[in-house]
């Protein structure tokens, strides 16, 4: 049996969203599945209850956490604080090893500091990393680290390298993923003094299908290079602000449509092309480099973005995301000293 | 009279286009104002031919440079060895006071570095930043630092805001200009530890109308923290980042819906919408901080660009840009030691 852990009480409708995502998953998924539905147990109850009726019940374990992490509460201090909160309880399931993954869409602070507490990271990874992926003309390109760790040094760029082609092989199905190291440019000599390193020494990495430094505009594009660009590795702080300017810049394109020529968003063909702007908000992020598996989603999450990322928490557990990546880190030397 | 030296040579597609832009140019430009055309004579005279008859000869100067600095060149090494350059003699007429601007479509490296040794800061100034103007849902932001200056310390994210400031109250018509400074959350305590420190700077900096950290969610909708966003400021390597990203980011859309709704795109009301997206690749980014007007196009610039660019250059020189910029450096106390 596998068993999924879902933040009942994360996004801005909670639990509702949550428990139509976890029905609509369950549809999907084969019996042995189950979902663990983590947060105050009346309210998911009756969540449940107006969800109608043709919910596996049988499939879905309710476990009581009565305090809710609120998207205001400082990370810390609210783990510590609330240790029965819903991300507490849910991730020390997997720390009991009475879970597999663990889904949230609550504050996105709390749950990396939470894990990195309880699920402790993998020998040899230095800092954790969210793995963002952005919508291009071509296959989604999957960025990492999205706003996790920041004033980061070159060899934990170089970790994120690899924590973002594990996921890329066992997860993307990407075989031979391509790695790009977010630049200003593509020369040798271009960047800051960290990233100008952190090239130098993914030249040198075994295991990493390095490509150099890729810029800005190729993320879009999804080639760099002359190649398919499947992952980037940059700081936290700028794939962050890249992240949340690409979200917003979708938003406002498709308000400003709307304000022009409204019917357009109505016409079938569009739907290709609005699938690529809101992409990012429809799944889940992994944080990599804990033991285990933690998927973050959007506050603003809807029930099928809570689906999806169910979707890919079952994807990385059957794939043995977490051993895979422990292996990676175990490998002597993949990190240049 | 007012003279405004534009390379010849820059562009893809030079020197035609940079012909026709100035054509256009002084069709709407007042008498005082001259164009110096600055490249190998004999191109920008077929050129000129070329372009036809409607061209006010008397008011179009042509300054002979026989050489040309490409853009795989190496910025210093062109500088230097390559005095004769359309680059280096358009910036020494500005230096010898012959002329009040310089506009180049050329590598961008090249123009930096060489506006940088023959025009020098402003007293003051610790670096030079490109302003990269975004579109946005309201009015056009200004991004400071656009890629002109990497691995900044707070002070230089401050005097961004300076240059910012005095760019959008002297060019952009904006009297009391807001600053964000580019981060990853609003609260104090977010951001890498230049930015933290930047943000108490800012908090005590009189002269800047800072309304604190802003996030990237915030400039495609050209507000944050409830007021409108004139000038955002950052470091380099994330302004470029963000720039390249959001310029390929709307050349994909568009060509995606050019595949799925090509109708789309020929529709009226579409063009407000598309305005949006190709806004960047058509003006001309000031770099700020040296001592004159030096305005930087795309080497993909049509002649409109080149066109818009000229009149960036004349709202500088008119406004007395680069006065405001010395006096803005020169009061005391602006920036906390």
Redesign the interface.
């Known amino acids: 049996m596998i068993r999924i852990a879902l933040d009942a009480m994360g996004s801005d409708k909670a639990p509702q969203v949550e428990v139509e995502g976890a029905a609509e998953a369950l549809k999907e998924l084969p019996p042995e599945f189950q979902l663990q539905l983590v947060g105050r147990k009346a309210e998911i109850e009756a969540a449940l209850s107006r969800a109608g009726g043709d919910i596996d019940r049988s499939r879905i374990e309710i476990v009581d956490a009565p305090d809710v992490v609120g998207m205001g509460d400082k990370p810390l201090a609210a783990i510590r604080g609330k240790p029965r909160s819903s991300i507490a309880v849910g991730l020390g399931l997997q720390q009991k090893e009475k879970s597999d993954a663990f889904i949230s869409a609550g504050n996105t602070g709390a749950v990396m500091a939470a894990s990195t507490l309880l699920l402790r990271l993998h020998p040899g990874v230095q800092r954790a990393a969210i793995g963002a992926l952005f919508p ?2 071509g296959q989604p390109v999957l960025v990492v680290d999205g ?1 996790a760790s ?2 980061c040094d070159a060899r934990e760029l170089v970790g994120f390298a690899h924590l973002g082609s594990v996921y890329a092989r066992d997860v993307l199905g990407r075989p031979n993923p391509t790695v790009g190291l ?1 630049n ?1 440019g593509e020369e040798d000599e271009k ?3 960290v ?1 100008k390193e952190a090239h130098q020494l993914l030249k040198q990495t075994p295991g990493i299908n390095y490509i150099g430094n890729i ?7 999804g080639e760099a290079r002359g190649q398919r660009l499947d992952v980037v590795t940059c ?4 794939g ?10 979708g ?3 498709v ?3 709307k304000r ?2 409204p019917d ?1 968003l109505q ?1 079938p ?2 739907a ?2 609005l699938k ?2 809101d992409y990012a908000t429809y799944g889940g992020a992994p944080l990599l480099g804990v033991q285990g598996v933690v998927i973050i989603c959007h506050g603003a999450s809807p029930a099928e973005a809570i689906k999806n990322a169910i979707r890919v928490a079952v994807q990385a557990v059957r794939s043995h995301l977490s051993d895979d990546i422990a292996a990676e880190f175990a490998h002597d030397g993949k990190i240049p000293a």
Not at 215 to 221: K, L, N, Q, S, W
Not at 235 to 238: N, T
Not at 240 to 249: G, Q, R
């Open positions: 291009s003309a706003g920041i004033d977010l200003i960047g800051n003094a990233v810029e800005g505009r190729d993320i879009p594009v700081d936290g702080f700028v962050n602000v890249v992240l949340k300017f690409y979200e917003s810049a938003r406002v394109f308000s400003l449509i022009e020529a357009v016409r063909e569009m290709n092309v690529v702007l």
